[in-house]
């Protein structure tokens, strides 16, 4: 199977706040970016897809920076819909994907009609938490994995 790519990796300082681009990010288990506004819980760290989001902004006819979603990760070459409980592996790091990321206000705020474009199913992403910790940075490859049994 082809890996795909990690893209982009954004980092919310605060509640509310814009999402930083980074090179690289910390990722640590319980936790999830280390000095991202939302640590721990089950949406350790959203993610959204290339393909999906290409698929929104030509149906919107706009280029919509994806930074406005406000995930963490952007993925390529991996699709992820329907992917509640697999294992994905970005660099060396694993996340399990806990479920669907559920578009907000704020996605109109920032182009009106998105948060309603992002409404079908999956298409406002995944949110994930931490299994391997250690670094991630863009431009590392993305792949699903079976989950290890110990």
Known sequence: MAAGKLEAIWIKRAHGARMDPAPRATLRVGRGIVGNADEGGRRQITLIDR???D???EELR???DPAVRRANLL???VSLAGSRGRMLRIGRCRLRINGESRPCRLMDEARPGLQH???APWRGGACAEVVDEGE????APVEWVEEETP
């Open 51 to 53: 393909s999906t989001w």
């Open 55 to 57: 698929l929104i902004t």
């Open 62 to 64: 706009d280029h919509v």
């Open 75 to 77: 993925v390529s070459g």
């Open 117 to 119: 474009a992002l409404t």
């Open 136 to 139: 991630i940075e863009v431009g």
